[in-house]
């Protein structure tokens, strides 16, 4: 046998330990959490676990905490969203071409991304956010308004401002990147033509974009759906419901509730959603793979 | 307006407002390591202190009375040897996938993509009983599987993609001198994909460094990380705000440079090379 297939029938024992520890880690806990959802289960009373078909799901759907985190789930992400890309666009456009300190410029802007999130958290709510010593509260004062008791009167706007913070360098990173594939012969042609600067933008630098910004907002979906230490350090779901995503609530139910039966269902449920965005992000990503 | 006064212009707008913008986003950061060098007293005055005598006096606090260097040496044991095990299991599998692709190599390479998709509060329940029965909650080596198994599908498709730059015909050169698989990755690849491999790595650290669901419920005291300090500072007593600042700042500074190093190659990673 010659060194060049000796080598091939080699390498595929090398993708082996990858995949089998890669399809025990997602097929075994996720078979747990599916008999876990359909029985009777609950950490602190003890005994036989009955079989209860799909009552935890159904009790997981009428618990009036599932619609506000359902809610508020939609509102972080979408929120989320909305705020890092555009804002993440604009500024990828902004530092697109060269000027004094771009590099130093990039480093600021990147920054917020290697924090950590119980840091970055605990910063916000404490130096920022403070409504009698923060930050935000010494330039409401010295404009002449009353200070906003972030955490108590907006708690939702004020997850959004820390999580969006947390992610907007995320989207400028990519986009970033993105644009310096732009033709730049493109760019000076749409200029001589006459074009303004939102013309430009819209119909050469958006279209070049479109690729880049649907990975930016489906892999940030993707994290922000499973968003959990912001909140966990912050505010704890709430006041009453009105930070409890559905990640939250998931973990209230079974670390501080004990109830496995319900968390499970409402952990398939999530699995479901987070599903979803994968399928069509998987489709996007496939597609840049057969096109090498 | 000339076309040269015009540029001029347009320039120092540009310039003027990224630098603005630069400032607005890093401000909490910059804020948190002023505050940091404050007494507590001072960190809490409003309206807030600019110019101070700087203190390292909440350094001094966080060393001794918080255990820091507990948290830390967890940190930095899991975030190594996970990233270090990734690297050890991932950089074959990729290795495989981009030199002897089959038909199915695609649909593995996606497969993997998706277990990163699996949303961990899908799975929080079993993980915690798993451990708790197995008596690996609350240890290093816990967190150290988990962390393994969460980055090993984002280091396969990085490395992947590098090893996708690599010129065949350098390869087909040390294959026809009969080169066994090890000599061929060991003195050829890996000296060429050098620079992708350390990003690879960088990438892994920083995030298993700033994982934050995982740390804070699997773990309490003994292999508790930096995440989980910091986040034990949720619920104070008394004036902390400056001692709160200066465990922060001592707990990002690393992986912040880590971040800067490895800027250019993120996005490789992160977004599983759908954008290079």
Redesign the interface.
């Known amino acids: 046998m010659s060194q060049l297939s000796r080598n091939a029938r080699a390498a595929r024992f090398l993708v082996a330990p990858s995949v089998l520890l890669l399809l025990a880690w997602m097929t075994v806990p996720l078979a747990m959490t599916l008999y876990y959802s359909t029985v009777n289960f609950n950490l602190t009373i003890p005994g036989p676990r009955n079989f209860v078909g799909f009552e935890n799901y159904i009790f997981f759907f009428t618990d009036p905490s599932f619609f506000a985190g359902m809610s508020n789930t939609i509102v972080l992400v979408g929120a989320t969203l909305l705020i890092t890309v555009v804002l993440g666009t604009l500024i990828a456009v902004l530092i697109d071409n060269p000027f004094p300190g771009r590099s130093l410029v990039r480093i600021l802007l990147i920054s917020p991304f290697f924090i950590m999130p119980t840091v970055n958290a605990l910063v916000w709510k404490n130096l920022l956010m403070n409504p009698v010593s923060g930050f935000f509260a010494f330039l409401s004062k010295s404009v002449g308004m009353t200070p906003i008791d972030w955490f108590t009167d907006v708690p939702m706007l004020s997850i959004i401002i820390i999580v969006s913070w947390q992610w907007l360098p995320f989207a400028i990173l990519i986009l970033m990147t993105a644009m310096q594939s732009l033709d730049q012969e493109q760019l000076e042609a749409a200029r001589i033509e006459g074009a303004g600067l939102v013309a430009v933008f819209i119909h050469v630098t958006l279209p070049h974009l479109a690729r880049p910004l649907a990975v930016v907002v489906m892999i940030e979906t993707i994290f922000l759906l499973s968003i959990f230490a912001e909140i966990f350090t912050t505010t704890g779901g709430g006041p009453g419901t009105q930070t409890t995503t559905l990640a939250y609530l998931i973990y209230s139910q079974a670390l501080l509730q004990y109830d496995v039966g319900m968390a499970s269902a409402g952990g398939i449920v999530a699995v479901v959603l987070a599903n979803i965005v994968a399928f069509f992000l998987i489709r996007v990503v496939g597609k840049s793979l057969a096109g090498e | 307006m000339n076309l040269h006064t015009e540029k001029v212009v347009k320039?120092t707008m540009?310039?003027v407002?990224?630098?603005l913008?630069?400032?607005l986003?890093?401000f909490?950061?910059f804020?948190?390591i002023l505050?940091s060098f404050k007494t507590e007293l001072n960190a809490?005055?409003?309206?807030?202190s600019l110019f101070f005598w700087p203190t390292l006096e909440n350094y001094q606090v966080v060393f001794e009375r918080s255990d820091y260097f507990r948290y830390a040496w967890n940190s930095v044991v899991i975030s190594f040897v996970s990233s270090i095990m990734a690297m050890v299991?991932?950089l074959?599998?990729a290795?495989?996938?981009a030199?002897?692709p089959?038909a199915r190599t695609?649909g593995?390479?996606?497969w993997?993509?998706?277990?990163?998709?699996?949303?961990?509060?899908?799975?929080?329940?079993?993980?915690?009983?798993?451990s708790r029965d197995t008596g690996l909650l609350d240890t290093r080596t816990g967190l150290v599987i988990i962390y393994t198994?969460i980055n090993?599908?984002i280091v396969?498709w990085m490395i992947y993609t590098y090893f996708?730059d690599v010129p065949k015909d350098i390869l087909e050169a040390c294959?026809m001198d009969?080169?066994?698989?090890w000599q061929?990755i060991r003195h050829v690849l890996v000296p060429i994909t050098m620079g992708g491999l350390s990003s690879t790595f960088l990438l892994s650290l920083?995030l298993s460094?700033?994982e934050?669901?995982w740390s804070?419920?699997l773990t309490a005291s003994s292999a508790a990380p930096?995440?989980?300090l910091?986040?034990s500072?949720?619920s104070p007593e008394g004036l902390f705000?400056a001692k709160?600042?200066a465990a922060?700042t001592l707990?990002?500074a690393p992986?912040?440079v880590?971040?800067?190093i490895s800027?250019?190659q993120?996005?490789r990673g992160?977004?599983?090379?759908?954008?290079?």
């Open positions: 320039l540009v310039t407002g990224s630098w913008v630069a400032a986003v890093f909490p950061i804020w948190m505050t809490f005055s409003s309206p807030p299991i991932g074959p599998a290795y495989a996938m030199f002897y089959t695609q593995v390479m996606l993997m993509l998706s277990t990163k998709m699996l949303p961990p509060v899908g799975v929080l329940v079993p993980i915690y009983l798993l198994l090993l599908p396969i996708k294959r009969g080169a066994s698989l061929e920083i460094w700033n934050a669901f804070l419920n930096l995440t989980a910091i986040a500072y949720s705000w709160l600042s922060s707990a990002v992986i912040l880590f971040g800067w800027q250019k993120l996005v992160l977004t599983f090379g759908a954008v290079k």
